[in-house]
């Protein structure tokens, strides 16, 4: 079993920033990849950021590349999601998941847990 808990969100105006927090506690979360996604108000659950086990590779959704970047620190079992330049659109409850096959992948449907999420209000 693994549990995620993220932290970091709030209230922030367009173009500040802010940096996401997910802990993971459980086995061998090291070897797991870690994702971000997302969901709007009124909106589906899409992909955000995503991160291969040994950190090798990431990958991006298109509204979010240049702006945010996705890392880890496998010592302290920590993703982090740092937001850059936010915009309205950016609004969203933000959760962490991890892919037990540590690829990374930005398929919702390969993540195997799930944080229960943090709010991110962007202002205009």
């Known amino acids: 079993q693994v549990e995620l808990v993220e932290s970091g969100g709030g209230l922030v105006q367009a173009g500040g920033s802010l940096r996401l927090s997910c802990v993971a506690s459980?086995?061998?979360?090291?070897?797991?990849?870690m994702g971000w996604f997302r969901r709007a108000p009124g909106k589906e659950r899409e992909f955000v950021a995503a991160i291969t086990w040994d950190s090798r590779n990431t990958v991006y959704s298109d509204s979010v590349k240049g702006r945010f970047t996705i890392s880890r620190t496998n010592s302290e079992d920590t993703v982090y999601l740092q937001m850059n330049s936010l915009k309205p659109e950016d609004t969203a409850v933000y959760y962490c998941s991890a892919d037990f096959w540590g690829l990374g992948s930005p398929s919702k449907s390969e993540y195997d847990y799930w944080g229960q999420g943090t709010q991110v209000t962007v202002s205009s």
């Open positions: 459980g086995r061998a979360v090291s070897n797991y990849g």
